[in-house]
Structure formats: structure tokens, C-alpha cells
């Protein structure tokens, strides 16, 4: 029995020492090209070094993507923990080696993402001329390298946004011979002139202009020409004052319009589905509005959200299923009381920035009015930031809290209110939602500050005021909830009481409250 057993363990030894070895060579060629092209191009060049077969299928690779991450320098730092600056002159001398090793056949995208200008304008022709060459089927050129939030940033304070002479995109690009096969293209920081001759892409179904140097008529022109454009972006073009296309798209769905300080109107032969807009409060004009049923609207001029949920763009829209509005809100707003009814409307997100200049005449339980107007609501966001700072968390000598009138929702599910410093008016606000919805599963509540495009600041500001914010909501709206859905969240700080004192005061208020009704995040 020991001798078979010996035999047989021989037998496959001897086996699997003849088994051939199967390496990443050995695969067909179609194969090894499609897993490179997964890879990043410099990952992809690199594994020419493993073996002959492998020395040029990196040279067929589809995603060209070159960022200071792809063409960053070999060697890295241990002291720093960084590759070494990458230089312009560097980066160019890069992408100019690559796209000369390169077959120039197959690309289906291109990326470069780099700080350029007008004066590299000789390589980045031909780079753009490489794509046009290979039937690259997106282009990506961004020569900013800036983040969409700075924008935001800069147009929301006011700040003057410097920059180099920007690269003026060659006329070649727009030719009608060439873009045939383009189907999605983005521009960053460029300047674009169309030829009289330009015939559109008919192909290209995805536009974003980002800080882009454009007149309007040629912004007109090149939507009234692209008839399977289906996303259209523009972002911080200082020169736009309007945006107007009146040759009808059929397909067109997705509109995004980000902070162009001069633009005054929007008019499109369109009926999209999705709209995204931030700047100040210009005529919205469309086909049809049947359709549009996801809008996000940043307004930066002074305007109540409750009095233009009612009465502005929102309240035209019959089919709107989910709303998110940023608003500055100076003074209270009476909204007209009437039958008007959001009676698709499922997803909610409101950011609220009170700028009371000294005396506060804002009130939250104004948006208790939602309630109403929503009957299907299902998740209801609320984000407060006060631009003040003045603290005077709610108590009990502050005069008792007001129940507003009762209507029941049926509906809603989940809550979040964030920028919760404990005033009057946010925990009158939070108690009628608390009371009135009878479907509920969860009501989060934060001091943390959560509006968007961080246009919101003061982490200072909001840790003076966590401590107050867990006291009040935790003494006043936990004692309320008999379902259990409230979650008080408690934010860590490194400035203000130490966390062990915090959660004996927390304990402390716990005492007087029934088991199972606080929870503690």
C-alpha cells in the first residue's frame, strides 16, 4: 500500500514538471491589446520590458490618458512622498514620445489634462490632429487642470479668475472632413473660433465647454449642428451672454449650465430630462418642459427657495420627481397659500444660506409648508448654513415652541437636516416633521455644515456650535420621537469640550428620556 501510495505521488510530480508553463506571452494578440488598454498608458509601456512579444502591443493601446499622474517622473521621493514636479516642457517631451511610438489606429479615447497655453500651441496641434488621424472617438483637452468647485468658488465671492493666453483650438479640428467618428468631446481652458465652412459633428452625442473662450453665435451654431447631441455642458464661458439654439433636438436630455457671470438668457428647442444650473436667476425657456423631471438650480442672487419652489421655474414642471435648490435667503418670504401640488416630486434637497445682515427676520418652520405641497414626498434634505455668528441655542425661557397647524404625510421615509446649532425655529421645524410623518424610518440631524461645492466655510464656526446643537436637539426632539427614527449625530472636534465630557453630558440628558428612544452616532 506504502509503494502504490509512493508511485502515485511520483507519477504526478513527474506530471506537473511536464506541464507547460502558461505566461502572459503565450496569450493571442487581440487578447494581450485589451488588457493593456485597461492599464494606464505608462503601466502599459512599461510591460514592453517583460518579453519580445510584448515590446509593442502597448503601441495599439486605445485610452491615451496623459495627466502629470501618466507622464509624472520614474523615480519617487522616500522623504517627500512624492514623484518630482513635473514641468511643462517635460510633459510635452513625453506625450510627443509616446504618440510617435504609437500606431495610430484604434484610439477610442484621448485625455490631455495639463497646465498649457497658447504658446505650446505647435504640440497640442498636433496632438489634436494624432486624434482626428486615429478616429479617437472622445477628446478630452483640459489645460486647466482646475477643479469645477473653484469656479463655483470664485463666481460665488466674487474673485477674478487669472490666467495664460488661452490655446486657441486649431481650425483643422473643424472641418468637414474631419469628426466624423467623434462622439463626445470636452474642452478646458481653450479658446474656439468655428470656420464659416463648419458642418457640425454628426456623431457627437456628449459636449462640455468648460472655461472656454466662445461668442454666442458660435455656441448656437455648434448645437444647431450637432443633431444627435444628447449632454450639453458649459461652465464659467465669460464671454456667453446667451444661450440659444432654435434648430429642434430630438435627443438632446441632459442640460448643465454652471456660473457664466454675463449670461442673461436659455433658450433651447428642446424637452430634456435633467437640468443643472447655478448662476444668477435668468429666463429658462424650452420646447416643452413635459419631460424635465430631475432639476438642480444654484441661484447666487438674493431669493427665498420657498417663494421659487412655488412661484419660479419648479412650479411649471408637472412631471419634476426630484428638485435640489440652493438659495440665499435674506429676509422672510409669504408665499401665497393655493391648491398648487408637487404630485411627482419623491426626492427633495434644499441648502438653505440665511445672510441676515444683523437681524435675523428668516424662520424655518416656514418649510413646514413643504409637507403640504409635496404629498409623495419620500426623502426630504434640509442643509442650513447661518452667515452670522451670533449662537443663542434654544431654551425654555425662550418662550414656548410653536406647533404648526397639522397635516399628516403619508409618505416620507427619510430626513437629514444639517447646519442643526439648536435655534428656535430649526427644532419647531424638526418636531412638525417628527409629528406629522406617519411613515418615517429615520430623521438624521447634524451640526455638520453640508452645502455644496464648499461654498460653505467656518469649521470654527460650526464646532462652537456642535456641543449646544447635540444639547438642544437631543433635550427637546429625542424626547419627542416614540417610533425611535431619530439619530442625533455627534461631530469629533479637536477644539471645544473633550470628547469625554461630551458624552457625559450626553448621558446626562439620556437619563431623563425612556430607554430606546435616543441613539447616539
Known amino acids: 500500500m506504502m509503494r502504490n ?32 488598454s485597461l492599464l494606464p498608458i505608462n503601466d502599459a509601456i512599461r510591460t514592453s520590458v517583460l518579453s519580445r512579444k510584448l515590446k509593442y502591443v502597448w503601441c495599439s493601446h486605445t485610452n491615451l490618458t496623459f495627466d502629470k499622474a501618466t507622464m509624472r517622473k520614474t523615480y519617487f521621493k522616500p522623504s517627500t512622498g512624492y514623484y518630482q514636479f513635473l514641468r511643462d516642457h ?172 454675463k449670461l442673461q438668457e436659455i433658450e433651447l428647442n428642446c424637452s430634456p430630462t435633467t437640468l443643472k444650473y447655478a448662476g444668477d436667476m435668468v429666463p429658462l425657456i424650452f420646447a416643452s418642459t413635459s419631460r424635465l423631471k430631475n432639476i438642480d438650480v444654484v441661484i447666487f442672487t438674493v431669493q427665498s427657495a420657498l417663494s421659487y419652489i412655488v412661484t419660479g421655474f419648479p412650479s411649471t414642471l408637472p412631471s419634476l420627481e426630484t428638485l435640489t435648490l440652493l438659495c440665499y435667503e435674506p429676509e422672510r418670504t409669504i408665499v401665497p397659500e393655493g391648491h398648487f401640488k408637487f404630485s411627482y416630486l419623491r426626492n427633495l434637497r434644499l441648502e438653505l444660506v440665511m445672510c441676515d445682515d444683523g437681524i435675523r427676520t428668516t424662520d424655518f418652520l416656514d418649510y413646514a409648508y413643504l409637507l403640504k405641497i409635496a404629498p409623495f414626498l419620500e426623502t426630504l434634505e434640509l442643509h442650513m448654513w447661518m452667515m452670522m455668528y451670533w449662537h443663542q441655542p434654544y431654551c425654555k425661557e425662550d418662550g414656548e415652541l410653536r406647533i404648526g397647524l397639522p397635516h399628516k404625510h403619508a409618505h416620507l421615509k427619510f430626513v437629514r437636516i444639517s447646519g442643526f446649532f439648536g435655534y428656535k425655529d430649526q427644532v419647531e421645524l424638526a418636531l412638525h416633521i417628527l409629528r406629522n410623518s406617519v411613515a418615517l424610518e429615520k430623521m438624521e440631524i447634524t451640526p455638520k455644515l453640508e452645502i455644496s461645492y464648499n461654498l460653505a466655510s467656518g469649521d470654527d464656526y460650526e464646532r462652537s456650535h456642535y456641543v449646544d446643537s447635540h444639547r438642544v436637539a437631543t433635550e427637546f426632539i429625542c424626547k419627542a420621537d416614540h417610533r425611535n427614527v431619530v439619530n442625533v449625530v455627534r461631530v469629533p472636534s479637536s477644539s471645544g469640550p473633550d470628547e469625554t465630557a461630551m458624552e457625559v453630558d450626553c448621558r446626562a440628558y439620556a437619563e431623563d428620556i425612556p430607554s430606546g428612544q435616543i441613539r447616539l452616532v
Not at 510617435?100 to 490632429?129: C, P, Y
Open 90 to 261: 517635460e510633459f510635452v517631451t513625453r506625450v510627443n514620445t509616446v504618440l510617435r511610438q504609437h500606431s495610430g489606429t484604434g484610439v477610442e479615447r484621448m485625455e490631455i489634462k495639463f497646465r498649457l497655453h497658447s504658446k505650446h500651441a505647435d504640440h497640442i496641434d498636433r496632438w489634436v490632429n494624432f486624434a482626428i488621424a486615429s478616429k479617437a472617438k472622445e477628446l478630452v483637452i483640459d489645460l486647466s487642470c482646475s477643479s469645477k468647485d473653484a469656479f463655483f468658488r470664485a463666481f460665488a465671492y466674487g474673485k477674478k479668475w487669472i490666467r495664460e493666453e488661452p490655446y486657441n483650438l486649431t481650425s483643422q479640428f473643424f472641418s468637414p472632413s474631419n469628426g466624423l467618428h467623434l462622439q463626445c468631446l470636452e474642452l478646458m481652458a481653450v479658446s474656439l473660433h468655428l470656420p464659416s465652412d463648419f458642418k457640425g459633428f454628426p456623431n457627437l452625442k456628449s459636449l462640455s465647454l468648460v472655461d472656454v473662450s466662445i461668442t454666442d453665435e458660435d455656441v448656437e451654431c455648434m448645437l444647431s449642428k450637432c443633431n444627435l447631441l444628447e449632454f450639453f455642458e458649459i461652465t464659467h464661458c465669460r464671454m456667453v451672454t446667451s444661450i440659444r439654439m432654435l434648430h429642434p433636438l430630438n435627443r438632446f436630455k441632459h442640460l448643465v449650465v454652471h456660473v457664466c457671470p
Open 5 to 36: 501510495s509512493e508511485q502515485c505521488l511520483h507519477e504526478t510530480v513527474a506530471k506537473r514538471r511536464n506541464l507547460q508553463k502558461i505566461s502572459l506571452s503565450d496569450l493571442p494578440m487581440d487578447i494581450l491589446s485589451t488588457i493593456l
